[in-house]
Structure formats: C-alpha cells, structure tokens
C-alpha cells in the first residue's frame, strides 16, 4: 500500500527496482490511488475503479510498452512516436475518472529521443495527468527526466520476501491453524513500520488477486478474504497513527485468530 512517509501527490512518479512484479505492483497501487471512487481513504481497492485497475480494464489508466516485431519479440526500445502519441493523448481527457494514469513499463527503455520527447509533457502535464516510469534503475533515466519526476525506489529491499509472508500468512489464515499463526507473528514481531506496511500491502494485493479470481487459496472464502482486507485497513490505519510496528504485529495475530 501506499505509505504514507514515502507517497507525495505528484503528476509524475519513477518506480525503480530491479523486481519487476513488485514495481509494477506498486505502480498499479499509484494508479489506484489516483483512480479510486472510493469516499474514504485512498486507495480502497475495492470500488469498481480500484478493482478495473488491479483487473487491467480501466479506462483511464494507458500502458505505454515496448512493441512487438512481426515475429511477436518485444521490440529493443520504446520509440520516440510512442511517447509523442502518449503526449498528444494527455491532451484528452480523462473519460471515466478526473484523472489519467500513463503507466510506462520499462521506462529506462524509452531511448534518447523517446526521453527527450517526454520532456515537455513531464514538465507541463494537463492537471489530470499522471505519468508513472518504471524502470530497473533511475540511472536508466536522463537526469532531465528524473529532476521532473518524483522518485520511488524500491531498490535495497530483499526482493520478494514480504510477498513470501503475505502468501504464508494467508494461507494460515484460511485453516484457520491459531497455533502456527502465533508462531509466525512470534518470528516476525521485530519488523520495522515500514516492513509491516509492506506486508499489510502485499496481504492487501494477494487477497485483491484472489477476490479477483487470479489466485488460489485453499479454504480461504470470499468473506473470509473480506474479513482479512478489513483488518488491513485496521493495520494501515493503526501505522498511520504511529502505533508502533510490533503491536500493530500483535493486533493482526489476536483479530486473524
Ligand atoms: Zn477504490
């Protein structure tokens, strides 16, 4: 989820990590935040907007990648007309929500042109616009293009781990198995906030898949994976309010069992 600490409204965002899956996961995070039709707090990921963008159907949200060749290959570049036609359609506006996601996978692809092309429309975006790079590295990016966008890196993490612990967690959830699920908050009370939150997110986006039909859970019930959202909620409400990382731990363990 988007935490607080790291998240700034911003019409443009550079998503840097190596771990593709976990960068565009937090790419379709932005893009629900800036989407979302819930009344509350944002992201809700689950109003219809927030579920059309987890699901790949909104409108409002343009994916810019590379191309494929005639024998189907990801073409080596994303070229220069490609992003001079993403510029040109931000000029449209949005026809669904009051904002417009461009999300432009394998940013550090874009080559020199294509960068340079970009430039204006990072610069001077219409107000609903929002453009999101993800890439392997900023490095990969001209330091024009950087000094126009907001930074999120997700570099230096262990890659992969917390969506290693939200699949755990989940699953001992669903048999319901109250001893192990005190062994596992007993093994990880020591993560820091910001671990927490990205578990809370990662539980978050697993579930979200499931309620979506793209994942599995043995056990697990739609109203259990609700019940579960809900004391997400109750987690990232509870870390907003600085209450601290091992007894927001401690409140998962009590309200899952
Ligand atoms: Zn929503």
């Known amino acids: 989820m988007i935490s607080d600490k790291q998240f700034v409204d911003s019409h443009a965002y550079i998503i840097a990590s190596p771990d593709v899956e976990r960068r565009e996961k937090k790419a379709l995070d932005i893009a629900c935040y800036f989407l979302c039709e819930g009344q509350a707090k944002?992201?809700?990921m689950e109003c219809p907007a927030c579920r059309n963008v987890l699901a790949g159907f909104h409108p409002d949200i343009i994916d810019v990648s590379r191309k494929s060749d005639d024998k189907g290959n990801k073409k080596r570049d994303?070229?220069?007309?490609?992003?001079?036609?993403?510029?040109?359609?931000?000029?449209?506006r949005p026809s669904q929500a009051d904002k417009k996601v461009y999300l432009i996978r394998d940013a550090g692809t874009m080559n020199i042109s294509a960068q340079n092309a970009a430039l204006k429309i990072l610069e001077e975006p219409p107000e609903y616009a929002v453009f999101i790079l993800c890439t392997d590295s900023a490095e990969s990016l001209l330091a024009t293009v950087r000094s126009r966008c907001t930074a999120i890196l997700l570099t230096g993490e262990k890659l992969g781990n917390e969506s290693e612990l939200a699949e755990e967690y989940i699953t001992l959830?669903?048999?319901?198995?109250?001893a192990?699920?005190?062994t596992f908050f007993g093994k990880h009370e020591a993560l820091d906030t910001e671990r927490v939150g990205e578990f809370v997110s990662d539980v978050r986006f697993c579930l979200n898949s499931f309620i979506s039909l793209k994942k599995k859970y043995n056990n697990l019930t739609r109203e259990d994976a609700f019940r579960l959202l809900s004391l997400c909620?109750?987690?990232d409400d509870y870390l907003r309010l600085n209450v601290s990382a091992k007894h927001v731990m401690g409140l998962l363990c009590v309200l899952t069992i």
């Open 42 to 44: 944002r992201p809700c």
């Open 173 to 178: 959830a669903a048999k319901r198995d109250e």
């Open 78 to 92: 994303i070229q220069v007309e490609q992003i001079r036609h993403m510029a040109s359609d931000a000029y449209v």
């Open 180 to 182: 192990k699920l005190c």
């Open 233 to 235: 909620d109750r987690a």
